[in-house]
């Protein structure tokens, strides 16, 4: 079984702007949090 870290971390999200961060990128050099929120409206 693979470690999440290392499967999400090629992954792709984009930002309130539409500008594409890999995942990875964010817990290179500190832990992060990952968060889905959903909108019912």
């Given at each position: 079984?693979e ?39």
């Amino acid at each position: 079984m693979e470690y999440a870290p290392d499967a999400l971390a090629d992954a792709q999200l984009l930002d309130v702007e539409g500008q594409p961060h890999r995942l990875g990128d964010l817990w290179k050099s500190r832990p992060a949090l990952l968060m889905f929120v959903r909108h019912f409206g």
